[in-house]
């Protein structure tokens, strides 16, 4: 028997509702604060992540899917969204018309990490994201609808955590600071911190290696270093949260791991999934547009993990579940055949009726119709086939209707079930 690959999954149905409900959520509620979707390839040129998520990122230095095509030229499935937006913004020259654009995706992300639960290799991401806005309501808006999302989605046990990255004007002081207190510290840090603490210190920060973080318990703050610009920025952000009741925590080791992220970072985490804590995460990323040969353009964006957020929703599998409303107990082929037209008919108006195909016994037509949870069963044999009249019973009620056989009896049918 051949299996799927180690850190993949099938979404089977009975867990896929939950799934579509939590799309159909978010894009309800992006499509009222004004977001287009937009679909990008899950392949792009490997340069593209290379250059924007930055060489000394876990993502790039070890977990993308990265293969030769059959030219030669190195493609990678996407492990994040953003950079594809971003070359799509620019490629497209969308600024031309109206620099200010709102995008959402959906779709699945590709990273060759340790799979274990909550982290898998194809995973699932919801993404939003501003361009074109430097303002920080739209930092605010963006952790506010996030907010909104997870209490539409009845999630409990989260908490927003945001911090300040800076900007290229006064990061670079926090950088010096923190090399300088990592330069004495080297041997304590675990492998990876040793050897990132010299290309991207602030990494260090969110490391979840115990003597990593022992290590860091008296790192500088960034929120000590922002420059007057940086602070305002982050300040308004705050006020703004407050205005709108929406609770947060300042972290100031929460760190993202990519390199093109500035100012506003933000990140929801939950305790409900052990250690993978993070739901989802985002922040600003002023300087990725004019990296990727764009216009020198303000933006920001965040990215929800579906597949966590589907382990935490508070949203009930039986609620969801669609059962037919009616299924048709048809004895012997004249009738199976009215039975047949009937719920093609009823399909097309949009109601999902069911029959039995395999010419069973009335006692096993009645047990499968108990088993797919239709609510009505119409009995169908040839004596009601003569006398132009079978019963409709309502399984849960036991009240019985009487039908009229003929060529109406689709539409009768439909009239019961609506
Ligand atoms: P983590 O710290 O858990 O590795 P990350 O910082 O790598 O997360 P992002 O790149 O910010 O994650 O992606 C946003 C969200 O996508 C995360 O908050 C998480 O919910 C989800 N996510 C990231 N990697 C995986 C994965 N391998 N499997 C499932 N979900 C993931
Ligand atoms: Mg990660």
């Known amino acids: 028997m051949i299996q799927l690959i180690r850190g993949f999954k099938d979404i089977l149905p009975g867990e896929a509702e939950l799934w579509q409900e939590i799309e159909r959520v978010s894009r309800d509620l992006f499509e009222s604060f004004g977001f287009k979707e937009i679909r990008i390839p899950v392949m792009e040129k490997t340069e593209l992540f290379a250059r924007s998520i930055g060489e000394h990122t876990d993502i790039v230095e070890k977990e993308m899917y990265t293969f030769p095509d059959r030219k030669g030229d190195l493609i990678t499935l996407r492990p994040e969204a953003t950079a594809s937006i971003v070359r799509s913004y620019v490629q497209h020259k969308m600024y031309a018309a109206d620099p200010v654009r709102k995008f959402y995706t959906i779709g699945p992300m590709f990273r060759r990490e340790r799979p274990q639960k909550g982290r898998y290799r194809q995973f699932y991401q919801i993404n939003a994201e501003v361009i074109g806005v430097d303002a920080p309501y739209i ?81 500088p703050s960034l929120l000590e270093y922002l420059c007057e610009g940086c602070k305002a920025h982050f300040d308004s952000v705050q006020r703004s949260l407050n205005r709108l009741g929406v609770p947060f925590v300042i972290d100031k080791k929460l760190v993202r791991g990519l ?160």
């Open 139 to 219: 930092d605010a808006q963006l952790i506010f609808l996030l907010a909104t999302l997870l209490e539409r989605l009845k999630v409990t046990d989260v908490a927003a955590h945001i911090n300040s990255l800076g900007c290229p004007e006064c990061r670079p002081a926090f950088r010096e600071a923190l090399t300088a207190l990592l330069d004495g510290k080297k041997e304590r840090l675990c492998e990876d911190c040793a050897r990132r603490s010299g290309t991207n210190p602030l990494r260090v920060l969110d490391c979840k290696v115990p003597a990593c973080r022992e290590a860091m318990a008296d790192a």
């Open 259 to 418: 390199d093109y992220y500035t100012r506003t970072t933000f990140e929801i985490q939950t305790g409900a999934l052990g250690a993978q804590s993070a739901v989802a995460g985002g922040g600003r990323y002023d300087g990725l547009i004019k990296m990727l040969d764009g216009p020198d353009t303000p933006a920001i964006g965040f990215a929800i993990g579906l597949d966590r957020l589907a382990e935490i929703v508070g949203l009930r599998q039986a609620d969801l579940e669609k059962k037919p409303r009616l299924f048709i107990a048809a004895l012997g082929d004249a009738c199976a055949e009215k039975a047949f037209d009937w719920i093609c008919r009823l399909g097309l108006a949009g109601v999902h009726a069911e029959m039995d195909m395999a010419d069973r016994s009335l006692k096993s037509q009645m047990k499968q119709a108990d088993r797919c949870g239709a609510d009505l069963v119409l009995i169908l044999g040839e004596s009601e086939l003569a006398s132009g009249s079978a019963v409709l019973r309502n399984m849960r009620t036991k009240e019985q209707a009487a039908v009229v056989i003929d060529d109406q009896t689709a539409a009768r049918l439909l009239a019961h079930i609506q």
